[in-house]
C-alpha cells in the first residue's frame, strides 16, 4: 500500500507538479523525494520477508570454540571485566584476548586469569595493519578453533551465549549467527540514540529472511572454514592480479632500456630480449591457465640469471643505479591504512632514465614485490575484507556471495557500553557510515557475482540510507526558502497535492509502526536526519579516499567518555541550520501577515519547519547530556 | 596427522599422513619451517596419505610456500586425493599451486 501510494505520490511529483521557474530549488526536492520513497520502498521489502527464528536448535557437543575479545586502547579493567565474563561462558572454549595495544600489562592480566592472549606476530612490522581486520586476520593464524566468538572489548556476554547459537551451524552451509548489540548505560530517553532497536529488530530479521543479515562486529560466531575460504578465494585473485600488473610493468621497463644509449651493447641487447621472451611466454601461460607459482617461479627464476649475467659483464658502472633502486620502496603503506600496490613505483621507475641494467633490475624488482607471496601484506591469506574500515559487512557480503548462509538470532546475550558524550558518539556514526560507502565504492553490492538479487538489494539498502545526508539539506532548505522568499518548489499545493501527498505519508508511518511493533523509532528517525553533515562528510571522505587513495582521517571508538564541557562546536552546521528555521519562521508569518504570501503554503510549511526544528531538538539535548547515571543512584538523589 | 620428512638429493620432501585440518595446519608450518631452516628450500608436500584437506590446511600451504619463496626456493604439492582436489578447486587454489603427480616430479624439470 505505501509503495502504490508513494509511486503514484513521486511520479505526479516528477510529471505534473514541478515549478520550473524555480528548478534550483523544485528539482532538487523532487530529486530528495525520490530518494526518500526508494528508502521506504527498500525499508518495506526488508521488512516483508520478516523472520522470527523461535528457539534455537540445539548446540552440538563436540564443536571447538575460540572466544576472541578485541582491544586496541581500552581500559585494562574494562577487558579484563569482558574477558572474565567470556571465560566463565557455558560449554567447553578458549578464550583470547586480541590486544592491538600491545600491553605487557594486559598480556601478564591474562596470563594470570589463564586468559589466551594474542598480539600481532612479527610478520606485521611495517605492513598495512587493517585494524580490527588485521587483529583478527593475525589470531586466526595461531588459534584452531572450529567457530569463533567475536566480542568487542566492552561487550560482556552471557554464560550461555553459545548454547543459544552454537546449535544453527548444524546446518553446514551456516558462516555466521549475529546477535543483538545492546548497552546497559544508556536511560530510558536515549539521548543519543545508542540503541539500535529498528536494526536489531525489523531490519536485521527482515535481512535475514532474504539470507542477508549483517555480520556487525562483535556479539556474532562465524565458521573458521568459511572465513578462511574467504581468505584463500581473496589471495588467489589478488595475486592473479598482481601478477597482471606485474607483466605489464615489466614490459614497460624492457621498452624503456631499449631506448637508452647502452641498448647497442650486444650483451644488454641479448638480455633484453631474453627477459622480454620470458615476459612473454609467461602472459602466454596466464592465459593458457598455468598455475601461477610455476608462472612465477620460471619468470623469476630467469630473470634472476639474466641479471646476474650482466653484472658478472659490467659491475662497477652500474653501482651506483642498484644503490638506487635499493633505495626506493615498492609497496609502502598509504595513510588509510591501505596498501598502495606497487603500481606507484612502476611509475617512478618507468619515468626515469635508467640504463638497461637498471632496468633489468627493475623488472626482477617489479617481480619480486608482486608474487605469490603477496609480499605487501602481513600474509598471504587475509580471511576478514580489509577494504574498509568497517569489515564487518564487506566480511559478510563476500560469505553471502560464496554461497554461505547467515542467521540473525533475535536475542539480547551480551550487554555492551554506548558512547556517553557527542564527541564520541559522533566519531563512532562517522566511521560507519565511512566504511559502509567504501564498501559501496569497491564492490558495490549491485553488481556482486554469487549474491541473490534479495541480498544485492539487501546491502544496497542499508548503503543507500548513508546518502540520505544530501537530501535532508534539500528538506531543511525548501521551507526556508519558501517562507523567506515566497518561492514555492510546486507548482500550487491544490487538492491535487494534498490527495497524493497526504496517504503516502499516513501509509508510510503506518509501515514504520507496524514494522516496529511498538518499539521506539523515533529517536533513530530524529538522529538519521539530524546528522546529515555527519553523512555527507562521510560520503565525501570515502569517496576520495576510494577513488583519489586519500586518507579517511580514521579513529577508533573511544569507550571512556571524554572529558571537557559540552561540544557545542560538533554541531556548528545544524545550530546555524535551525537558527536559519527560526529566522525563516518569523519572516514566513511576517510575509503573510502583510499579504505576501498565501495561507495554505504558509501553514504546510510552518508546520515543516516545526518538524525540522524538533528533529534538531535532539542535539540540543544530546549536547548537553552529562553520561549515564544508573537508575538506584538516581532514585537516591531524589 | 602425522608428518614426516626425508631430504633427497635436490629437495626435501614432507609426508602428511591424516586429516589436514584447523588442528594440522600449525602443524605442517612448523614443520615446513623446520625443514626450510635446515637448508632445503625446495620443499614437495606429498598429499598421497592426506584424506581430507579443509581451507585451514590450504591456508597452511600458502604460508609455507611463502616461506620457501623467500628462502629462494619454491614448495610444490604431489599425489592429490580427490577430496583434497575439491578442496583446491573449490576455493581457486588450483589457479595457484600445480599438483604433481609424483614427488619426484615436482621438480623435475627444475
Redesign the interface.
Known amino acids: 500500500m505505501t509503495v502504490v501510494l508513494g509511486v503514484n505520490y513521486v511520479a505526479w511529483r516528477w510529471l505534473g507538479s514541478l515549478n520550473w521557474d524555480a528548478w534550483w530549488i523544485a528539482v532538487p526536492l523532487v530529486a530528495a523525494e525520490t530518494y526518500s520513497l526508494i528508502d521506504v520502498l527498500l525499508f518495506g521489502m526488508t521488512v516483508w520477508r520478516l523472520k522470527s527464528r523461535g528457539a534455537p536448535p540445539a548446540a552440538p557437543d563436540d564443536a571447538t570454540v575460540d572466544v576472541f575479545i578485541t582491544t586496541y586502547n581500552e581500559p585494562l579493567d574494562l577487558v579484563m571485566t569482558t574477558a572474565l565474563a567470556a571465560k566463565d561462558i557455558h560449554r567447553p572454549h578458549s578464550t583470547w584476548i586480541l590486544d592491538d595495544g600491545d600491553r605487557e600489562e594486559l598480556r601478564r592480566l591474562a596470563e594470570e586469569h589463564g586468559i589466551g592472549y594474542v598480539t600481532r606476530s612479527a610478520d606485521w612490522a611495517d605492513m598495512p595493519r587493517h585494524a580490527k581486520a588485521g587483529n583478527l586476520n593475525n589470531a586466526l593464524?595461531?588459534t584452531?578453533?572450529?567457530f569463533l566468538l567475536i566480542l568487542d572489548a566492552d561487550q560482556i556476554p552471557e554464560p550461555d551465549i553459545l548454547d543459544k547459537t552454537l546449535g544453527y551451524f548444524n546446518n553446514p552451509r551456516v558462516a555466521l549467527v549475529q546477535t543483538p548489540q545492546y548497552f546497559i548505560n544508556v536511560p530510558k530517553d536515549d539521548p543519543l540514540g545508542s540503541q539500535a532497536p529498528l536494526f536489531y529488530g525489523p531490519i536485521q530479521q527482515g535481512k535475514d529472511g532474504w539470507n542477508a543479515a549483517f555480520f556487525c562486529g562483535s556479539n556474532a560466531l562465524l565458521r573458521?572454514?568459511a572465513l578462511?575460504?574467504l581468505?584463500?578465494?581473496g589471495?588467489?585473485?589478488e595475486?592473479?592480479r598482481n601478477i597482471r600488473q606485474a607483466l605489464a610493468a615489466s614490459r614497460s621497463a624492457i621498452r624503456k632500456a631499449r631506448r637508452s644509449a647502452d641498448a647497442d651493447n650486444p650483451l644488454v641487447e641479448h638480455m633484453l630480449n631474453e627477459v622480454e621472451a620470458v615476459t612473454n611466454e609467461a602472459q602466454e601461460q596466464l592465459e593458457t591457465?598455468?598455475?601461477?607459482?610455476?608462472i612465477t617461479?620460471r619468470v623469476r627464476r630467469k630473470v634472476e640469471q639474466a641479471v646476474q649475467t650482466l653484472v658478472q659483464a659490467d659491475f662497477s658502472a652500474l653501482q651506483s643505479d642498484l644503490e638506487e633502486i635499493a633505495a626506493l620502496e615498492l609497496a609502502h603503506v598509504g595513510e588509510s591504512g591501505l596498501p598502495v600496490v606497487a603500481g606507484d613505483a612502476v611509475e617512478v621507475m618507468s619515468g626515469r632514465e635508467w640504463s638497461p641494467l637498471g632496468a633489468l633490475e627493475s623488472v626482477q624488482a617489479i617481480l619480486d614485490a608482486i608474487?605469490?607471496?603477496?609480499i605487501n601484506e602481513a600474509?598471504?591469506?587475509m580471511p576478514l575484507a580489509t577494504i574498509s574500515v568497517t569489515e564487518d559487512m564487506a566480511t559478510a557480503m563476500r560469505l553471502h556471495a560464496l554461497g554461505w548462509q547467515s542467521v540473525y538470532h533475535h536475542e539480547v546475550l551480551a550487554n555492551g557500553l554506548a558512547p556517553e558524550d557527542l564527541k564520541t558518539m559522533l566519531t563512532q556514526r562517522l566511521r560507519w557510515a565511512q566504511g559502509t560507502v567504501q564498501v559501496m565504492l569497491r564492490e558495490n553490492p549491485l553488481v556482486q557475482r554469487g549474491l541473490s538479487w534479495g541480498q544485492r538489494l539487501m546491502y544496497f539498502a542499508t548503503m543507500w540510507t548513508y546518502l540520505g545526508g544530501f537530501t535532508a539539506v534539500v528538506y531543511f532548505a525548501a521551507p526556508i526558502v519558501y517562507l523567506a522568499f515566497g518561492v514555492l518548489p510546486v507548482s500550487s499545493l491544490s487538492t491535487d497535492f494534498f490527495i497524493r501527498f497526504i496517504p503516502f505519508m499516513l501509509a508510510n508511518q503506518l509501515l514504520f509502526w507496524v514494522a516496529g511493533r511498538g518499539i521506539k523509532t523515533w529517536r533513530g528517525q530524529q538522529y538519521s536526519l539530524a546528522l546529515f553533515p555527519t553523512w555527507i562528510k562521510a560520503c565525501t571522505t570515502a569517496a576520495r579516499n576510494v577513488w583519489f587513495g586519500r586518507p579517511l582521517g580514521f579513529a577508533v571508538t573511544p569507550k571512556a567518555r571524554q572529558s571537557g564541557g559540552p561540544g557545542w562546536s560538533l554541531i556548528r552546521p545544524q545550530i546555524v541550520v535551525s537558527a536559519l528555521l527560526v529566522v525563516a519562521l518569523i519572516v514566513g508569518v511576517a510575509r503573510l501577515a502583510a499579504g505576501l504570501l498565501e495561507p495554505v503554503g504558509t501553514l504546510v510549511n510552518v508546520v515543516w519547519v516545526a518538524f525540522d526544528l524538533v528533529v534538531m531538538s535532539v542535539l540540543f539535548r544530546a549536547v548537553r547530556y552529562k553520561g549515564f547515571i544508573p537508575e538506584e543512584r538516581n532514585a537516591d538523589a531524589v | 596427522m602425522q608428518f614426516s620428512y626425508e631430504v633427497k638429493d635436490s629437495y626435501a620432501e614432507v609426508k602428511g599422513s591424516g586429516r589436514l585440518n584447523?588442528?594440522a595446519?600449525?602443524k605442517l608450518r612448523e614443520v615446513v619451517a623446520e625443514v626450510v631452516a635446515a637448508g632445503s628450500s625446495k620443499v614437495v608436500v606429498n598429499l598421497e596419505e592426506t584424506v581430507f584437506m579443509?581451507?585451514?590446511g590450504?591456508?597452511a600451504l600458502?604460508?609455507c610456500?611463502?616461506a620457501a619463496?623467500?628462502a629462494g626456493g619454491?614448495?610444490?604439492i604431489s599425489g592429490v586425493q580427490p577430496q583434497v582436489r575439491m578442496v583446491l578447486e573449490?576455493?581457486?587454489?588450483?589457479?595457484?599451486?600445480?599438483s604433481y603427480p609424483t614427488a619426484e616430479a615436482a621438480f623435475s624439470d627444475d
Open positions: 593464524m595461531v584452531h578453533g572450529e573458521r572454514e578462511m575460504q581468505g584463500l578465494v589471495y588467489v585473485r595475486t592473479e591457465g598455468a598455475s601461477l607459482s610455476e617461479y608474487s605469490v607471496e603477496r600474509q598471504p591469506v | 584447523m588442528v595446519a600449525p579443509d581451507s585451514s590450504l591456508g600458502i604460508g610456500l611463502k619463496r623467500q619454491d614448495l610444490r573449490l576455493t581457486n587454489m588450483d589457479r595457484v599451486l600445480t
